[in-house]
C-alpha cells in the first residue's frame, strides 16, 4: 500500500510503498477515505514525541471504511463508516476505569505509538471501546477533520473549562486548534475574543464567530488589549498555539478565578513557559491541561453537527493527495493556509 513515510526526525519525506498492516484480535483495519495534516503530525518528524519508532508513517486524524474486524470485535463489522479519537483507551487501567480515555496509562496513538493514517489503509488497536460511527450525511473530509484539533478544542471548552453563555473567551492562535475553538465557543454563547499575527487568519475567525480580533503584531500590549475589550480580563483562555509567549499571554489576561486552557503543544524550545504564578494564587487562577476526547463524548458532539450549530467543515481549508502531503508536512510551522487541510486522493 502507498503512504507517507520519514526514516529519520527532520529528514526526508517521502511517498512510498509499505507492509499492508497487521490485523489484531481487539482491533480493526480501516481503509482510510480521508486524513487531516495537524501540527502534531510535524512535532512528531521534529522528534518531539518519544513514543515514535522509526521508520514512521504519520497521520492520526482519519475516517474510513472498517476493511478488517479482529476476532473480539463485537460492535463493529466490516463495512462500518468510522473515526477514531487520536488517544485510544486500553479499557483496562485505572484511567480507562474512570472514564478518562483520553489520558489512558497504556494508550494507542495512531501516528505516534503505531504507524498512522497517512496511508490507505490503517490499523487501531482497542478498537471495541474507541471506534466511533460516522452519520451516512457526514463526510469523511469532515470526519476527518474532527481528528485531534475540533475535539480537543471541544472537550477544552465543555469539559474541562466549563464555558457558559455570555463569559468572555480568549482564544490564543488562529490555527485550525485554534478555529475550532472560536466556533464551538460562539455556539455556546460566549464572546470571543481571537488573538493571531495574521490579519487573514483573524478575518476568518472574525467569519467563524469571533466577537473581537487582536492582531498581536499591531497592538503594543496583548494582554492589556484584551483585558480592555472584556471589561478586566476573560473568564476563560485558551492556548491553541503552544508556545511560551501565548501560554503566558493566556494565563496573563484572565479576570479573577479565570480558566485557563492549555492545549496546544509545548514541546523543543517552547517546552518550558515562564508562568506568572503569583497571579495564579493571588487571583486563585485554574490552569488545566486537555488532552483529545473519548469516543464515548462524541455523541453530543455530533448532536451539535448534525443541529448546525456548529459547522466543522467549514474549517477544510483544502484537500490534497499523498504527495502534496508530503511537502506540506515538512513545511507545517510555516503553514499560512486557512484551516484544515485534509488528505483524500491515494
Not at 507517507?4 to 482510510?32: A, C, H, M, R, W
Not at 509567549?245 to 518550558?272: D, F, P, W, Y
Request: glycine residues 10%.
Amino acid at each position: 500500500m502507498k503512504a507517507i513515510i520519514y526514516n529519520s526526525f527532520k529528514g526526508p519525506v517521502t511517498v512510498e510503498d509499505v507492509s499492508y498492516p497487521q490485523l489484531k484480535k481487539d482491533g480493526v483495519i480501516i481503509k482510510v477515505m480521508a486524513t487531516g495534516i495537524c501540527r502534531s503530525d510535524w512535532h512528531g518528524w521534529q522528534g518531539h514525541d518519544a513514543d515514535i519508532v522509526l521508520p514512521h508513517v504519520p497521520g492520526h486524524e482519519l475516517a474510513g471504511i472498517i476493511e478488517e474486524v479482529g476476532s473480539d470485535i463485537k460492535n463493529f463489522k466490516k463495512g462500518d463508516r468510522v473515526t477514531v479519537p487520536f488517544v485510544s483507551g486500553c479499557g483496562r487501567c485505572g484511567e480507562c476505569y474512570s472514564g478518562n480515555h483520553q489520558v489512558c496509562e497504556n494508550q494507542f496513538q495512531p501516528g505516534f505509538t503505531a504507524w498512522g493514517s497517512f496511508a490507505e489503509y490503517v490499523a487501531i488497536d482497542y478498537a471495541d471501546i474507541n471506534l466511533v460511527k460516522i452519520p451516512d450525511s457526514m463526510s469523511f473530509e469532515t470526519a476527518a477533520s474532527l481528528g485531534c484539533r475540533f475535539v480537543t478544542s471541544f472537550r477544552a471548552l465543555v469539559k474541562q473549562a466549563k464555558v457558559s453563555a455570555g463569559e468572555w473567551v480568549a482564544i490564543h492562535g488562529c490555527g485550525g486548534v485554534g478555529l475550532s475553538a472560536i466556533m464551538i465557543a460562539n455556539a455556546l454563547g460566549a464572546n470571543v475574543i481571537a488573538i493571531d499575527i495574521s490579519g487573514d487568519k483573524l478575518e476568518f475567525a472574525k467569519s467563524l464567530g469571533a466577537h473581537q480580533i487582536i492582531n498581536a503584531t499591531k497592538v503594543d500590549d496583548v494582554v492589556a488589549e484584551i483585558k480592555a475589550i472584556s471589561q478586566g480580563g476573560t473568564h476563560v483562555s485558551l492556548d491553541a498555539l503552544g508556545s511560551k509567549i501565548t501560554c503566558h499571554n493566556s494565563i496573563s489576561c484572565l479576570r479573577i478565578r479565570g480558566r485557563h486552557i492549555q492545549v496546544g503543544l509545548m514541546a523543543g524550545k517552547e517546552a518550558s513557559p515562564e508562568i506568572p504564578m503569583g497571579k495564579v494564587i493571588a487571583h486563585e487562577l485554574e490552569i488545566k491541561g486537555s488532552h483529545g476526547m473519548q469516543a464515548y463524548e462524541y455523541p453530543s458532539l455530533m448532536e451539535m453537527i448534525l443541529s448546525g450549530k456548529i459547522q466543522p467543515e467549514k474549517l477544510i481549508g483544502k484537500t490534497v493527495n499523498l504527495d502534496e502531503a508530503a511537502d506540506i508536512l515538512i513545511n507545517m510551522n510555516n503553514f499560512q493556509e486557512h484551516g484544515v487541510t485534509v488528505i483524500n486522493q491515494f
